[in-house]
């Protein structure tokens, strides 16, 4: 990266890398009528970044290195019976650490980060599913280029609920979901915060809305898949009161085609369409920028 300025030119060089190492333990059992599905895992990871500006030669910021271990757990229960109700439970927490040891303080909660997740579903009919969903993950801001230096934002945290039905089979299916997230310190890149912007925790906020999908087997190796979101997107007692999230799509539609072929082949073509999205630092909404609707077209062929 080079910059200038009036005061002259400084060039600056990164370079960062990362190893993980995710080993996983799963196990297959039944207790009396009751089908487990059984999972242990471990995630370590180091991530570390290296800076070449002459003028950070003697600054502790110069390197860094991130560590963090991880331990996941997950069970799903398969009852059987006429409802087929199943059930699934997930848990994960993670420790983190970052060198130099002061950033951050000790004892920070940012060190130390859960997420669940539980499911579960009944089968009404013959090809009739109903399930139900909560989950809380998290996100953690790994460079920290923030205002205050190079220190952590607080970790972004996310809960999910969602209810939903799913009818048909292999051949066809429909379903519809309601579903609502709830953001706190979300964490997003804000150019109005400076010359070159920097990373930053958002008031909580929230989405709601539904989706609505099918999918239709053509022939035994073409298949078709449409899907419909609907978002509504708002911040919780934020202090400019927008009604809208910058960025965030109202209207989502896909349109998907896949084909499988023989040995291993397969392919698919699709179209996505997103609604107007308004953009800009306008917290009042009075800015009438935005994005015009637009569609992108991609597809992928694996052999």
Not at 62 to 90: D, K, M, V
Not at 115 to 121: E, F, P, Y
Not at 131 to 159: C, F, H, K, V, W
Request: with cysteine; hydrophobic share 35%.
């Amino acid at each position: 990266a080079l910059y200038a300025g009036q005061e002259g030119s400084a060039e600056s060089s990164y370079r960062s890398r990362r190893l993980q190492l995710a080993p996983r333990a799963r196990h297959y059992g039944k207790v009396g009528s009751v089908g487990t599905d059984t999972e242990v895992g471990l995630d370590l990871m180091q991530w570390e970044r290296r800076s070449g500006r002459q003028a950070w030669e003697r600054d502790d910021n110069a390197q860094r290195r991130q560590t963090s271990r991880a331990l996941l757990l997950r069970e799903e229960l398969a009852f059987g019976g006429q409802y087929a109700p199943r059930l699934l439970l997930g848990l994960r927490h993670e420790q983190i650490a970052l060198d130099p040891a002061d950033l951050p303080a000790a004892g920070s909660s940012w060190e130390n980060q859960n997420a669940w997740d539980v499911q579960g579903s009944v089968l009404l009919r013959p090809q009739l599913t109903v399930y139900a969903r909560g989950a809380r993950s998290y996100r953690i801001d790994d460079d920290g280029y923030t205002r205050a230096g190079y220190r952590p934002l607080a970790g972004q945290e996310r809960r999910e609920t969602e209810l939903g039905a799913t009818y048909g089979d292999a051949a066809r299916s429909a379903s519809v979901r309601l579903f609502s997230e709830r953001l706190n310190n979300q964490i997003v890149f804000d150019q109005s915060l400076g010359q070159l912007g920097f990373a930053g925790n958002l008031e909580p906020s929230r989405r709601g809305g539904i989706a609505i999908e099918t999918s239709v087997a053509l022939a035994s190796d073409w298949r078709l898949d449409a899907r419909l979101r609907q978002v509504h997107a708002r911040y919780d007692d934020y202090t400019y009161g927008g009604p809208d999230i910058a960025l965030v799509p109202k209207t989502l539609a896909t349109l998907h085609l896949y084909w499988t072929g023989p040995r291993g082949a397969s392919a698919d073509v699709g179209v996505q369409w997103l609604r107007a999205l308004r953009y800009g630092p306008d917290f009042a909404s009075s800015c009438l920028a935005q994005v015009p609707a637009f569609a992108t077209v991609d597809g992928r062929a694996v052999r």
